[in-house]
Structure formats: structure tokens, C-alpha cells
């Protein structure tokens, strides 16, 4: 698994993963993850676009974030998931589409976002 992290124009913090997202990798995510919510980044887009596997370490990992970012009580999304292929499915099936937004894209993340008032 490769994590990178970006900031944008619109003041969107990006976490971005290539490859799978499980019990053996999510420490490495979640130091990113969590260290970037905690150093106060809002709101946070995680591009899992390119993530091929996430099992439900992966997704505990997500549900904690949205639920830390929740805390704050912000207008508007403070987490942005983008998805695609079979882990958006196992999104769909685990029912996180509902408690998390998600986009397909990060132009649809954009428009999601955009009642943040982030631009990604």
C-alpha cells in the first residue's frame, strides 16, 4: 500500500491510496489518517480511487475518522471518501455510503465538498 498526502487551493487535505487497505497495512493509513484530523485538516478527501482490497480493518479505520471529524459539529462534509470498483460495492453492502459521503470522482468529491467551502 502507498499513501500520499496533498493539500489543495481550496484548503482540502488529500490522503490518497494505491494498492490494499488491511490488517497488515491499515497502521500505516491510519497514522496518516488520524495524524492529519488531529493536526486539524478539515475536510479531509481520501482518494481510495486506486485501492484494489479494503477489508473491515480498513473500514473501522474510516468509520473512526468520520466519527472524529463529526465531533467538531462543522457545517457540511468533513470527509470525503472517493471510491470505485469493488470497494465501493463492499461500501454499498456495508451500508458506509450512508454514513459517509462518497463520490466516484474527485469532481463529484468537489461538489460534495463545496458545501465546505473546500475546492479539490
Known amino acids: 500500500m502507498r499513501v500520499l498526502e496533498t493539500s489543495t487551493a481550496g484548503g482540502a487535505h488529500v ?3 494505491t494498492g490494499e487497505i488491511d490488517i497488515a497495512t491499515v ?9 492529519a484530523i488531529e493536526a486539524g485538516h478539515r475536510p479531509v478527501l481520501l482518494d481510495l480511487g486506486h485501492c484494489t482490497f479494503i477489508d473491515s480493518t480498513g473500514i473501522h479505520l474510516l468509520l473512526r475518522a468520520h466519527a472524529r471529524l463529526s465531533e467538531a459539529g462543522e457545517a457540511g462534509p468533513s ?3 472517493v471510491a470505485r470498483g469493488r470497494v465501493l460495492n463492499l ?7 450512508r454514513t459517509v459521503p462518497i463520490a466516484a470522482t474527485r469532481e463529484e468529491a468537489e461538489l460534495l465538498l463545496g458545501s465546505a467551502g473546500a475546492k479539490v
Do not use: I, K, M, Q
Request: charged letters at 30%; hydrophobic letters at 60%.
Open 15 to 17: 490522503v490518497e491510496v
Open 27 to 35: 497502521e500505516a493509513l491510519e497514522e496518516r489518517l488520524l495524524g
Open 79 to 81: 470527509l470525503v471518501l
Open 91 to 97: 461500501f454499498r453492502v456495508t451500508a458506509l455510503d
